[in-house]
C-alpha cells in the first residue's frame, strides 16, 4: 500500500465522520498527534498497521453472527464465515495449536469462554453423562440444582495481581475471584522470580481444577513444561493467558518450554498487545478441549465482531511474515537494553533485569509512589502505567512501581541507543520529583513537584527520538 493510498483514505474517512460529528473527528485526529507526539511506553499497548486498522471500519460491523463458522443463529453469514475460517486458520498456523477461536471480543472474555469451557469439560460433561442428559435442559430442577451448586464451586490457582498477575487470574474484585474458590501463587520475596516448587507445593495442598499461568507484569519468562507437569501431578487443567507475550511466541522468541501452545490445555490471549493486532481476543486448544471452547457463543458471548475478526486475519497474516519474526526478537532486545540503561544507572528493577518485553522499574529508591513517578512522567511527555510490586508498601492503588514495555517504541524503529537514551531520561525526571504533602502536612502519596524547566527539557530530547522514527511514516492527514 503506499503512502498517498493510505493517506487519502484516513484523511477522506475523517471528512466523512467530521460531516456527522466533528468532535469525534477531531478527538481522533489529535489521538494520532498524540500518539506521533509522545514516547508510549505502555507494556501492553502497540501501533497496528494501517491495513489492520482499515479492516475494522467496514460494514462486517453490520452483521449478526452468533454460532460458529457453518452453524449460524442467523441467516447470510457466508461472508463471516470466510473471515472466521481464515482468521481461525492463520491462528492455528501461526501458533501451531490444535483448535483457535478468534470470536472473544477482549482478553477477559477470552479468560470467561475458557473457563467456562473448563468447567463445561470437566464438570458439567460428566455430569450430564451420569445422569443421562444431553443439555442442562434436560435436568430436573434438583439435579440442576446440584449441578450449578458444582459449577459454583471449583477451585482455581493463579498468580497474584502483586506478583504480575491479572485481574482475571483470580484477584478477588474480579469474577475469577468470586465465581471460583481461588489461591494465587506469588515470586520468591527475595528474587522477585517464580518459584516453581512452590507453585508445585501450593497445588499439592490446594488441587485446583485450574491451574493459571500467564502474567501482566513479570519481566521474566515462564518454563511451561514444568507449570504443565504440576497440573498433571494433581489432575489440573493448565490454562496459559499468554496476552501480553503472544507477539514473542508468534515470533518465535519463546520457544520449547518457554511456548505455551504445546504445553497447555487451553491458551488464551489479546490481540493488540505485542502480537500487534486489533483489541480483541482469542482462545487456543486441544481438540480435547476444541468443542467446549467452540461453545463460547452462546455460552459466554452474544454475536461475534464480525470486522474485528477480519482484523484479526489480516495482523495474525502479518505475524506470519518473516518480517515478525524480527521484530519480536528486537522487542525482546530493546527490553534488554532499557533495562541495562536503568540498572546502569543505579535504578533497581524488580528481578534485577528482564528477558521478556517489558521492565518493573521500582521507584521507592526516588523516594515516590508509582502514582507520583506516572504523574510526572505523564508531565514529561513519557507515557507509562504505575504497577504494583511484589509485597507492595503502597496498595494496588498508588503502587510502588512503574511497567515499562518496548512493544510500541519498537514498532516505531527504536532500537539499543533510543532504549539507551529513554532510560536517561525517565532517571532524570524521576531523580529530580519531589514529594508532595497532604493539606495537613503529611506525605502524600499522589502529590509531587517536579523540578523546574525539567519536562521541557525532556521533552525536547524526546522528540529529537520521536522525529527520527516517525508513527506512520507517510501518513499525512489532509
Ligand atoms: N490477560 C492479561 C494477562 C492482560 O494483561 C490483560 C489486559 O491487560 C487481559 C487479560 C485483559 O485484556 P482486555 O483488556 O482485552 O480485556
Same mark, same amino acid.
Given at each position: 500500500?503506499?503512502?498517498?493510498?493510505?493517506?487519502?483514505?484516513?484523511?477522506? *474517512?475523517?471528512?466523512?465522520?467530521?460531516?456527522?460529528?466533528?468532535?469525534?473527528?477531531?478527538?481522533? &485526529? #489529535?489521538?494520532?498527534?498524540?500518539?506521533?507526539?509522545?514516547?508510549?511506553?505502555?507494556?501492553?499497548?502497540?501501533?497496528?498497521?494501517?491495513?489492520?486498522?482499515?479492516?475494522? @471500519?467496514?460494514?462486517?460491523?453490520?452483521?449478526?453472527?452468533?454460532?460458529?463458522?457453518?452453524? %449460524?443463529?442467523?441467516?447470510?453469514?457466508?461472508?463471516?464465515?470466510?473471515?472466521?475460517?481464515?482468521?481461525?486458520?492463520?491462528?492455528?498456523?501461526?501458533?501451531?495449536?490444535?483448535?483457535?477461536?478468534?470470536?472473544?471480543?477482549?482478553?477477559?472474555?477470552?479468560?470467561?469462554?475458557?473457563?467456562?469451557?473448563?468447567?463445561?469439560?470437566?464438570?458439567?460433561?460428566?455430569?450430564?453423562?451420569?445422569?443421562?442428559?444431553?443439555?442442562?435442559?434436560?435436568?430436573?430442577?434438583?439435579?440442576?440444582?446440584?449441578? %450449578? $451448586?458444582?459449577? @459454583?464451586? #471449583?477451585?482455581?490457582?493463579?498468580?497474584?495481581?502483586? *506478583?504480575?498477575?491479572?485481574?482475571?487470574?483470580?484477584?478477588?474484585?474480579?469474577?475469577?475471584?468470586?465465581?471460583? $474458590?481461588?489461591?494465587?501463587?506469588?515470586?520468591?520475596?527475595?528474587?522477585?522470580?517464580?518459584?516453581?516448587?512452590?507453585?508445585?507445593?501450593?497445588?499439592?495442598?490446594?488441587?485446583? !481444577?485450574?491451574?493459571?499461568? @500467564?502474567?501482566?507484569?513479570?519481566? +521474566?519468562?515462564?518454563?511451561?513444561?514444568?507449570? +504443565?507437569?504440576?497440573?498433571?501431578?494433581?489432575?489440573?487443567? /493448565?490454562?496459559?493467558?499468554?496476552?501480553?507475550?503472544?507477539?514473542?511466541? *508468534?515470533?518465535?522468541?519463546?520457544?520449547?518450554?518457554?511456548?505455551?501452545?504445546? $504445553?497447555?490445555?487451553?491458551?488464551?490471549?489479546?490481540?493488540?498487545?505485542?502480537? &500487534?493486532?486489533?483489541?480483541?481476543?482469542?482462545?487456543?486448544?486441544?481438540?480435547?478441549?476444541?468443542?467446549?471452547?467452540?461453545?463460547?457463543?452462546?455460552?459466554?458471548?452474544?454475536?461475534? !465482531?464480525?470486522?474485528?475478526?477480519?482484523?484479526?486475519?489480516?495482523?495474525?497474516?502479518?505475524?506470519?511474515?518473516?518480517?515478525? +519474526?524480527?521484530?519480536?526478537?528486537?522487542?525482546?532486545?530493546?527490553? #534488554?537494553?532499557?533495562?541495562?540503561?536503568?540498572?546502569? %544507572?543505579?535504578? &533497581?528493577?524488580?528481578?534485577?533485569?528482564?528477558?521478556?518485553?517489558?521492565?518493573?522499574?521500582?521507584?521507592?529508591?526516588?523516594?515516590?509512589?508509582?502514582?507520583?513517578?506516572?504523574? =510526572?512522567?505523564?508531565? =514529561?511527555?513519557?507515557?507509562?502505567?504505575?504497577?504494583?510490586?511484589?509485597?507492595?508498601?503502597?496498595?494496588?492503588?498508588?503502587?510502588?512501581?512503574? +511497567?515499562? @514495555?518496548?512493544? =510500541?517504541?519498537?514498532?516505531?524503529?527504536?532500537?539499543?541507543?533510543?532504549?539507551?537514551?529513554? =532510560?536517561?531520561?525517565?532517571?532524570?525526571? /524521576?531523580?529530580?520529583?519531589?514529594?508532595?504533602?497532604?493539606?495537613?502536612?503529611?506525605?502524600?502519596?499522589?502529590?509531587?513537584?517536579?523540578?523546574?524547566?525539567?519536562?521541557?527539557?525532556?521533552?525536547?530530547?524526546?522528540?529529537?527520538?520521536?522525529?527520527? $522514527?516517525?508513527?506512520?511514516?507517510?501518513?499525512?492527514?489532509?
Amino acid at each position: 500500500m503506499t503512502d498517498a493510498l493510505i493517506s487519502s483514505a484516513y484523511s477522506q *474517512a475523517l471528512e466523512v465522520i467530521a460531516s456527522v460529528e466533528p468532535r469525534i473527528a477531531a478527538a481522533t &485526529r #489529535q489521538e494520532l498527534a498524540d500518539q506521533r507526539g509522545s514516547l508510549k511506553l505502555i507494556a501492553s499497548e502497540n501501533y497496528a498497521s494501517p491495513a489492520v486498522l482499515l479492516t475494522m @471500519g467496514t460494514w462486517l460491523s453490520d452483521k449478526y453472527a452468533e454460532g460458529t463458522v457453518g452453524h %449460524r443463529f442467523y441467516a447470510g453469514c457466508q461472508n463471516v464465515d470466510t473471515v472466521e475460517t481464515v482468521a481461525a486458520e492463520h491462528a492455528r498456523e501461526l501458533f501451531g495449536a490444535e483448535y483457535a477461536y478468534v470470536q472473544p471480543h477482549s482478553g477477559i472474555d477470552a479468560n470467561l469462554v475458557a473457563f467456562w469451557s473448563i468447567l463445561a469439560h470437566r464438570v458439567e460433561a460428566p455430569a450430564l453423562a451420569n445422569l443421562g442428559a444431553k443439555n442442562v435442559n434436560e435436568l430436573t430442577d434438583a439435579d440442576w440444582e446440584t449441578l %450449578r $451448586h458444582e459449577l @459454583g464451586n #471449583q477451585r482455581l490457582l493463579g498468580m497474584s495481581l502483586d *506478583a504480575g498477575g491479572h485481574l482475571t487470574h483470580g484477584f478477588r474484585p474480579n469474577i475469577s475471584g468470586k465465581m471460583f $474458590h481461588q489461591q494465587q501463587y506469588g515470586t520468591d520475596p527475595e528474587t522477585g522470580l517464580l518459584d516453581y516448587d512452590a507453585v508445585a507445593a501450593k497445588a499439592r495442598e490446594f488441587k485446583p !481444577l485450574i491451574l493459571v499461568a @500467564g502474567y501482566s507484569a513479570y519481566p +521474566r519468562r515462564v518454563n511451561f513444561a514444568k507449570m +504443565r507437569e504440576i497440573a498433571d501431578e494433581v489432575g489440573a487443567t /493448565l490454562m496459559v493467558d499468554m496476552a501480553h507475550f503472544a507477539g514473542l511466541v *508468534a515470533g518465535k522468541v519463546f520457544t520449547g518450554d518457554e511456548d505455551p501452545v504445546p $504445553h497447555a490445555h487451553v491458551v488464551t490471549t489479546t490481540t493488540h498487545k505485542s502480537l &500487534r493486532g486489533p483489541r480483541g481476543g482469542m482462545v487456543l486448544a486441544t481438540e480435547e478441549y476444541a468443542p467446549s471452547v467452540d461453545r463460547g457463543c452462546p455460552m459466554v458471548l452474544g454475536g461475534p !465482531l464480525s470486522h474485528v475478526m477480519a482484523a484479526k486475519a489480516v495482523a495474525l497474516a502479518e505475524a506470519r511474515q518473516d518480517s515478525f +519474526r524480527g521484530y519480536a526478537q528486537k522487542v525482546a532486545d530493546n527490553a #534488554q537494553s532499557l533495562a541495562e540503561g536503568f540498572t546502569s %544507572r543505579g535504578a &533497581r528493577l524488580v528481578t534485577g533485569g528482564t528477558d521478556n518485553h517489558l521492565v518493573l522499574l521500582d521507584v521507592t529508591s526516588f523516594g515516590l509512589t508509582g502514582r507520583q513517578a506516572e504523574s =510526572a512522567l505523564l508531565d =514529561a511527555g513519557v507515557v507509562t502505567n504505575r504497577n504494583s510490586i511484589p509485597a507492595d508498601p503502597n496498595g494496588a492503588w498508588y503502587t510502588s512501581g512503574i +511497567r515499562l @514495555g518496548t512493544p =510500541a517504541l519498537t514498532t516505531r524503529g527504536f532500537g539499543h541507543d533510543e532504549f539507551d537514551r529513554v =532510560a536517561e531520561l525517565i532517571v532524570h525526571v /524521576l531523580a529530580n520529583t519531589q514529594p508532595g504533602t497532604t493539606k495537613a502536612g503529611g506525605p502524600s502519596k499522589a502529590s509531587y513537584a517536579l523540578g523546574d524547566g525539567v519536562a521541557a527539557k525532556v521533552k525536547d530530547a524526546s522528540a529529537e527520538l520521536l522525529d527520527k $522514527h516517525p508513527l506512520y511514516p507517510g501518513l499525512e492527514l489532509s
